[in-house]
């Protein structure tokens, strides 16, 4: 009799059934590689493993006694100033740099728009591997192209890889990073159609009132989704931060990214469960700020 | 000459946005300046300076396989199997994730259900833990999945990465398209896979191009996971040879051994993307996201 029933609910719903079961192939693997590392950082997090030595076999459960030692940790604070310094000013500047470089190559009126796309694009387009060259470049003290330009101008030359440091890893980050808002914004402004300007123009609208009623509202979405993957990138990556940094913190922690304090916590100092500790402090801001940021988009 | 008085002396938006593009060509070139110089320079140094003689030896170098340096290089060089390695994970890669994609965001864009923007949420949110703290448990993970040393399994990590982002962008390509489409084509007797197969995946063309091009892109740039995952050097992709070669240590920022043919092989690997960019720009010029749907 039930399985008579669960028959015919089946024959009913097959349409849904069918429709759902396409999901399940990419949420597997979404979950597989994904939750689970995560789900077991996490509990790593709760232990007082260790890389290598006694602790790394014999580990033990040791509660929220991570998380106690990380709140009263004087570095964990300090780095995690950096940490809102840092991305605050690398999430305005990414965000501004790939707006503007997406107005110029859809709406702007210059000339040559293939020409200055193959240029913005190319920071992203040369290996990752090569941008701490391409930088050190630029930045090394006595040599480096920056200080020269400076030092032709007159101008006093800078330490930018030690005094300067973490408004050097600023404009690193900046310059390797716009491309991805840069794309995806630049199709946002292409895919409005320009009739709406049209309708706009007869009824008399300025040009504040343009943006205001017809360009927003349909590029908000694609603005909420750049700003959250942005942060999550800032946030997540400390590629930069290390090559100025090393395999041990700098002793003023002008460079200490809340990941790489992480890193050098789980990876230097041998500390695996405090690491990921930190790790999961920083997956709880990403996952606030972003839920935040999407409450805020559906307004 | 009138005219360019008049327009220094009326400041236009034509005229700000010309200052404001040269500064950012500024910004953006400077540092590639040096990349181009060392890569014709006769004699490369790591700081910019005026090349004695300009040379192509470092591109004939590079593309002719030729041995670099004799004896500096760290570590043995299989260029072409390199090349071959990172094809292989940037096709499967794009093969998996256009695939997994196209099916869950046309299955996305269609159910409706409760805790729908929940589920859509949670799979932007999937790469909320930060790599870094992931690394180990990965690679337990992968070396149970039997996934280390493996073409296959690298591509299927990365795939797991770019997922989540290709699902929105595809999704927002279905919600556009109407249902009437489809509804017709049940009408004259597919059922609802041959009609996604016949009727829905061809008109969603431009969607399927740009998760394949940016996929790839992830294929044909990932550093992090074939680092974990990979220990034979002739099974390197190319951006990871590139590092073991020419930077003893992958991973670590060390010593270039040899700048001018690092920087050709850098100048080269930019070409491909910048000329798929220029051929498939109105394409990608259609990107369409997905949004989350108010009730």
Known sequence: MKILKIKAWIRDNLDQIVLSLLIVPALALIFTFQFIPAAWTIWFSFTDMALIGKKALNWSFIGFKNYLDLITDVYFWRSMNVTIQYCAVSLVLRFTIGMLAALFMTLSKVKGKIFIAAVFLLPSAIPGIMHPYVWISMLEPNYGTLNTILGSFGLPRQSWTYGAVTESLIMINTWAGYTFTMILMASAFKSIPREYYEVAEVYGASRWQKFRKVTFPLIKFPLILCLILIFKEDIDDFTYAYMFTGESPRPDFKTELLSLYAYHKAFHYYELGFGCAVGFIIAIIVFVLTLLQLKFARL | ?295
């Not at chain 2, 260029?79 to 695939?99: E, K």
Request: with cysteine; hydrophobic share 50%; charged share 15%.
């Open chain 2, 1 to 295: 000459m009138s005219s360019v008085l008049k327009k220094i002396g009326e400041p236009s938006y034509t005229l700000l946005e010309y200052v404001v593009l040269i500064t950012l060509m500024i910004y953006v070139l400077t540092p590639l300046l040096w990349l181009l110089e060392t890569s014709v320079n006769t004699d490369p140094t790591p700081y910019l300076s005026i090349p004695k003689g300009i040379t192509i030896d470092h591109f004939i170098a590079v593309l002719t396989n030729r041995p670099i340096t004799g004896g500096y290089a760290a570590h043995p060089v299989y260029m072409t199997r390199w090349i071959m390695n990172s094809l292989i994970i940037s096709g499967t890669t794009v093969i998996i994730v256009v695939m997994l994609a196209a099916l869950s965001g046309y299955s996305l864009s269609r159910l409706r259900f409760k805790g729908k923007n929940l589920l859509m949420t949670l799979i932007l949110l999937s790469g909320f833990m930060p790599r870094m703290a992931m690394i180990l448990p990965l690679f337990k993970l992968c070396r149970t999945l039997g996934f280390v040393d493996n073409l296959i399994g690298i591509a299927i990590v990365v795939s797991s990465g770019t997922l989540p982002t290709q699902i929105w962008i595809l999704k927002g390509f279905f919600d556009q398209l109407p249902r009437d489409l489809e509804e017709q084509a049940w009408i004259c007797g597919c059922d609802r896979i041959s009609a996604v197969f016949r009727v829905i995946l061809p008109n969603v063309g431009p969607g399927l191009a740009v998760v394949a091009f940016m996929s790839f892109l992830s294929g044909w740039g990932a550093f992090t996971v074939p680092l974990i995952l990979i220990r034979r050097e002739y099974l390197f992709p190319i951006s990871l040879g590139i590092a073991s070669v020419f930077i003893h240590n992958p991973g670590e920022i060390g010593l270039v051994v040899d700048y001018g043919p690092t920087c050709a092989l850098a100048v080269l690997y930019a070409v491909p993307s910048i000329a798929l960019y220029i051929l498939l720009r109105e394409r990608l010029m259609e990107i369409r996201l997905a949004r989350l749907e108010v009730r």
